[in-house]
C-alpha cells in the first residue's frame, strides 16, 4: 500500500498524523511525507524576464529558499514521527515549491498512491466542520481513495466506531471492501448505513432493480442483501450492524456520526469525468465537509471498477 501524507505543521495535520494510527492500515506500507511551501521558486539562472529591481528579486528568492528549507525541516520531523508509529513503513519525506494543493494532487498523480492523507480546517463559526481548501481540493482532484483526517471524538483507548455509506454502487460496494481489508483492533464496531431517498440505485450484488423506500417488500430484501455485504466484516473480527433509513443519505450519515460519534464514515467516490478523473458525488462530498469525524472517500481504480462492471452484466 502507497500513502501520501500532507503536512504542514498545524494542528489539522498534527491530528491526520495521529489519525493514521486509527485508519486501520497495515503493518507493512510505503509512505510519503510531504509538505509543499507556498513559493515560487524564481530561477537562479538568468531569465529573460525584467528584472527592474534585482534587490527585490533576490530578498524573493531567499525567501522561497527559506520557505523551502522550513518545509523540509517539518516533513522530516512528521516522517520521524510516522516512522515511529509504524516501525515496518518504509517512510521518506519530501518538500516543494508549490500551491500546496496543487503540488499534492501532482505528486500524486506522478506517484500513484493508494491513499493521501490531508487533515481538514475545522470548525465554521456556526460549530460545523468545513474543509480547508487546499483538503477540498485535494479531494475533489485526485485520482485515488483520499482520508480527511480529524481529532477523536472519544478517548483514544476507546474501541473504535466505524459506519460505512452503502447504495449498492460499485462505489459503495469497494467502501465495504476497504474495511474488511484494512487491520483493526478487537472490538471494531461497524454500522452498515443505507438511507432510502425516493429510490435506491440498482445493486451491483445481486439482479438489478429500483427499491422504493415505501415499499415495505422491497426494503426488506435491501436489508438482507445488506446483512449477505457484511458478511466478510464479521469473518474479519469486526463487529457490523445493519442501519436502513428513510431520507436523505447525507444526513443520515452526518446525523449517525454525530449521534454515535463514530471515528471515521467510508463512502464510495462516484462517477467519472471525461477528463479521466474520478468525481465525486454531492452525497460523499457532504460528508466530507461537515463530518465530525474522519472522513474516507474510496476511489477504486479503475481497472477494477471494469472487472465489476464486466462481471455485472454477465
Not at 162 to 190: K, N
Not at 282 to 291: L, M, N, T
Request: net charge neutral; charged share 30%.
Amino acid at each position: 500500500m502507497k500513502i501520501l501524507i500532507g503536512y504542514d505543521g498545524s494542528k489539522c495535520s498534527e491530528a491526520a498524523l495521529e489519525d493514521l494510527r486509527r485508519a486501520g492500515l497495515p503493518a507493512s506500507a510505503e509512505a510519503l511525507v510531504m509538505t509543499v511551501a507556498d513559493v515560487w521558486l524564481w530561477p537562479e539562472e538568468e531569465t529573460t524576464v525584467a528584472e527592474p529591481d534585482p534587490l527585490g528579486l533576490e530578498r524573493a528568492r531567499a525567501h522561497a529558499r527559506q520557505a523551502l528549507e522550513e518545509a523540509r525541516r517539518l516533513a522530516e520531523v512528521a516522517c520521524q514521527r510516522v516512522r515511529a508509529h509504524f516501525p515496518g513503513w518504509e517512510v521518506r519525506a519530501e518538500a516543494i515549491g508549490d500551491s500546496p494543493a496543487w503540488g499534492l494532487i501532482k505528486r500524486a498523480d506522478e506517484w500513484s498512491p493508494d491513499l493521501i492523507v490531508v487533515g481538514s480546517h475545522g470548525r465554521s463559526a456556526l460549530g460545523r466542520f468545513v474543509l480547508g481548501s487546499v483538503s477540498q481540493k485535494v479531494l475533489y482532484e485526485a485520482r485515488c481513495s483520499v482520508r480527511i483526517a480529524r481529532a477523536p471524538l472519544r478517548p483514544a483507548e476507546d474501541a473504535l466506531r466505524l459506519i460505512v455509506g452503502v447504495d449498492g454502487s460499485s462505489h459503495s460496494h469497494a467502501a465495504l471492501e476497504t474495511v474488511a481489508a484494512r487491520v483493526w483492533p478487537e472490538g471494531t464496531a461497524v454500522r452498515v448505513l443505507s438511507a432510502l431517498d425516493g429510490v435506491l440505485s440498482p445493486s451491483d450484488m445481486g439482479p438489478l432493480r429500483w427499491i422504493a423506500r415505501d415499499d415495505e417488500s422491497s426494503v426488506a430484501r435491501w436489508r438482507e442483501d445488506l446483512e449477505r455485504m457484511v458478511s466478510p466484516l464479521r469473518a474479519r473480527g469486526l463487529l457490523p450492524t445493519v442501519v436502513v433509513q428513510r431520507g436523505s443519505a447525507k444526513r443520515a450519515l452526518i446525523e449517525e456520526a454525530e449521534k454515535w460519534q463514530a471515528d471515521a464514515v467510508f463512502i464510495g467516490a462516484r462517477g467519472l469525468r471525461s477528463s479521466g478523473r474520478l468525481s465525486l458525488g454531492s452525497v460523499a462530498a457532504a460528508v466530507a465537509s461537515r463530518a465530525p469525524c474522519s472522513v474516507e472517500v474510496i476511489r477504486p481504480r479503475e481497472d477494477d471498477l471494469n472487472r465489476k462492471d464486466e462481471t455485472t452484466s454477465k
